[in-house]
Nanobody
């Protein structure tokens, strides 16, 4: 079965850290770019980070640059999003997604190029 399964969300105080995981199965992990979207209540979805599994290139949106780090464990077909210095503005449902194209599909919200979506995990940052 082709799927992405996220884990690691939860409630954290401002300034704290969380690590999200996105475990992939059912497709050729190394041929994809894996990205993270988030959607806060009442706001549009935004693509916040992406990693190209084949070459390790990464992308970060400005709101998370310097605080979030994306990485992959290719042996375990898993992508991680380490989130440090969390702010209440980071409160959102975080979803990972896989595209056989480049990270541009994530950064430009080109949903037609997204092949697999995770179910989403809620991150709540209290002030």
């Amino acid at each position: 079965e082709v799927q992405l399964v996220e884990s690691g969300g939860g409630l954290v105080q401002a300034g704290g850290s969380l690590r999200l995981s996105c475990a992939a199965s059912g497709f050729s992990f190394g041929d994809y770019a894996i990205g993270w979207f988030r959607q806060a209540p009442g706001k549009e979805r935004e693509g916040i980070s992406c990693i190209s599994i084949s070459n390790g290139k990464t992308y970060y949106a400005d709101p998370v640059k310097g605080r979030f780090t994306i990485s992959s464990d290719n042996a375990k077909n898993t992508v991680f999003l380490q989130m440090n210095g969390l702010k209440p503005a980071d409160t959102a449902v975080y979803s990972c997604a896989a595209t056989p194209f480049t990270c541009a599909a994530i950064t430009t919200l080109s949903y037609r190029y997204i092949e697999v979506w995770g179910q989403g995990t809620l991150v709540t940052v209290s002030s």
